[in-house]
Structure formats: structure tokens, C-alpha cells
Nanobody, 125 residues
Framework: QVQVVESGGGLVQPGGSLRLSCTASGFSLAYVAIGWFRQAPGKEREGVSCIKGAAGKTIYADSVKGRFTISGDNAKNTVYLQMDGLKPEDTAVYYC??????????????????WGQGTQVTVSS
């Protein structure tokens, strides 16, 4: 079965850190665009970050640049989102997304073929 599954969300205080994981099954993340979107209650869905392959080009939304880091591990077929300096406005459901094409490019908008079930991140004191 082709799918991506997220883990690692939770409750953290402002200024804290969390690491989200996204593990793929049924396909390799090594050569495709894979990223993270988030959606807060009452807000539009927002592209957060993307990486092309496990060690490829990365892009970030301006709202998280300098605080979040995306990386991949080919051996584990997993992509990570390290989130540092978390703010209350980072509170959202975070979704792992991937494109199936080997020629896919990273983008913080547009269509993605695979979506995870989402993991809740709450930043609050």
C-alpha cells in the first residue's frame, strides 16, 4: 500500500522544539518531492517546507525560515521536520505530502499525490 505516515506531534511550550517524522511505504522518497503543509483552525492550508529527495534542494515558508529544518534519511525512507523556536502561531495540524513523479519539483503550493493523516502540534504555555 502506498502511503505516508506522520508522527511526532504534541504539546510544547513557546520556544520549545519538536521533530516530526514522515515515513513512506510503497515507494521511495529518495527521488521525489516531499514536504509538509499545515492547517490551523479557521485558516487556509499553508505550505511549510519541501525537500527533493533525501538530500536535495530544500525550500521553506518565510514564516518558518531559520527555525525549521527539513531533512531525509534514505535508509529509513523517512523525512524529518525539526521545529525549533516554536511559537503559538505554529499551532496546527501538520501533514506530510509527497509527489509520485521522479521529475517532481518542490513547491509550497499545488497538487501533491500522497497525504498523511496529519499530526497535531500545539504550542502553548
Amino acid at each position: 500500500q502506498v502511503q505516508v505516515v506522520e508522527s511526532g506531534g504534541g504539546l510544547v511550550q513557546p520556544g520549545g522544539s519538536l521533530r516530526l517524522s514522515c515515513t513512506a511505504s510503497g515507494f521511495s522518497l529518495a527521488y521525489v518531492a516531499i514536504g509538509w503543509f499545515r492547517q490551523a483552525p479557521g485558516k487556509e492550508r499553508e505550505g511549510v517546507s519541501c525537500i527533493k529527495g533525501a538530500a536535495g534542494k530544500t525550500i521553506y515558508a518565510d514564516s518558518v525560515k531559520g527555525r525549521f529544518t527539513i531533512s531525509g534519511d534514505n535508509a529509513k525512507n523517512t523525512v524529518y521536520l525539526q521545529m525549533d523556536g516554536l511559537k503559538p502561531e505554529d499551532t496546527a495540524v501538520y501533514y506530510c505530502v509527497a509527489r509520485r513523479s521522479l521529475f517532481s519539483v518542490c513547491a509550497l503550493s499545488g497538487e501533491y499525490d500522497y497525504w498523511g493523516q496529519g499530526t497535531q502540534v500545539t504550542v502553548s504555555s
